[in-house]
C-alpha cells in the first residue's frame, strides 16, 4: 500500500494549469465608480461585483473599454453603503424578498443573514438614501432589501403615530410648495 505522500496531487501538466488561471483576470477586472456630491469620491470594485447594477452593466455595454463611472446622482457615504452590498454579493442576484413583508424582524425575511444585520445597522435617513442610490443605480434586490426594511419600521407603528407622520409630511409640502410658488411670482416679477 502506498504511503499519501507519495500519491500525486495533480497529474496535469503545468501548462494546463496556467491556462485556467488565465480566465480569472477577467472577474477580477476593477472599475472605478465615482460618487457625486461637493466632495466627490472613487471607489474600487471589480466588474464582477459590479453587475448587480443594471445602470453600470448598461454603460459597460456601451462603452466595454471604460474603467471608471461617475455617479453623479449618489454621494460619496451612500456609494460606499451600496459598494460595500455589491462586493458582498459578488454580482449574484441573492434570493427574492417576501412580499407582503410579514415580519418586523429583517433576520427573519432575508436568505442571507449578512444582508439584514447590514441594513439593520443604518439609521432611518440612511436607509432612504440607500433605497434612492439603489433606484438610480438600478440595483433591483438592494432597493427592495431598503424598502422591506421601511415596511419593517413601519409595521411596529400604532395607527396614531403613522397618522401623524403622514401629516408632518403633508404639512412639510405644503409649506414648500407655497415657498416654491413665491419664488416663481419673484421671477416673474423681475422680468
Known amino acids: 500500500m502506498a504511503d499519501v505522500a507519495e500519491l500525486p496531487v495533480d497529474d496535469k501538466p503545468e501548462e494546463n494549469k496556467e491556462d485556467e488561471q488565465g480566465g480569472l483576470e477577467d472577474e477580477d477586472e476593477q472599475l472605478t465608480l465615482k460618487s457625486g456630491g461637493q466632495n466627490p469620491e472613487s471607489f474600487e470594485i471589480s466588474r464582477k461585483c459590479a453587475e448587480l447594477s443594471k445602470f453600470v452593466t448598461t454603460i459597460l455595454e456601451g462603452d466595454q ?48 443573514k449578512w444582508d439584514a444585520t447590514w441594513i ?26 431598503g424598502c422591506a426594511k421601511i415596511a419593517t419600521l413601519i409595521k411596529q407603528l400604532d395607527q396614531k403615530e403613522i397618522n401623524r407622520i403622514i401629516e408632518e409630511e403633508e404639512k ?20
Open 65 to 112: 473599454d471604460a474603467t471608471s463611472i461617475e455617479i453623479r446622482q449618489v454621494p460619496p457615504k451612500t456609494l460606499e453603503h451600496v459598494i460595500t452590498y455589491l462586493k458582498h454579493h459578488k454580482g449574484k442576484e441573492p434570493d427574492p424578498l417576501p412580499c407582503p413583508v410579514r415580519s418586523i424582524h429583517m433576520a427573519q425575511i432575508v436568505s442571507d
Open 120 to 145: 439593520d445597522a443604518f439609521d432611518k435617513k440612511t436607509i432612504f438614501e440607500i433605497i434612492l442610490a439603489a433606484n438610480y443605480m438600478d440595483i433591483k434586490s438592494l432597493l427592495h432589501l
Open 172 to 191: 412639510y409640502r405644503r409649506e414648500h410648495a407655497q415657498n416654491d410658488d413665491a419664488k416663481t411670482e419673484e421671477k416673474d416679477d423681475k422680468q
